[in-house]
């Protein structure tokens, strides 16, 4: 089975910078589109940004210019970098990846999450 666990998420002061990453892990065969996507507590989930498999990307105009996402394609990993950190960037951040892997086929996964908590 297919697995995405997202890491790095942790409490911050505001103007700080955390890395999270995304690990995939299983029968994985190749990872078309990387997403992270983030959920503040009584808000939906909301994009934040997507890579491609040909490296284009995209960007919540809320986060353009601070937040950078990158993607290993060999270990099956992304990466969101998180600069000049807001308090409104408080959430739990989840990736997802569209992929094809062993046995399922082209399908989507989502991670289960990682806590960021910037403080003012």
Known sequence: QVRLV?????????????????????????????GWYRQAPGNQRELVAT???????????????????????ANYTSYLQLNNLKPEDTGRYFCNANLWSQGQGYHEVWGR????????
């Open 6 to 34: 997202e890491y790095g998420g942790e409490m911050v002061e505001a103007g700080e910078s955390l890395r999270l990453s995304c690990v995939g892990s299983g029968m994985i065969l190749s990872i078309d589109r990387w």
């Open 51 to 73: 890579i491609t498999s040909g490296g284009s990307t995209d960007y919540a105009h809320s986060v353009k210019d601070r937040f950078t996402v990158t993607r290993e394609n």
């Open 113 to 120: 999450g990682t806590l960021v908590t910037v403080s003012s």
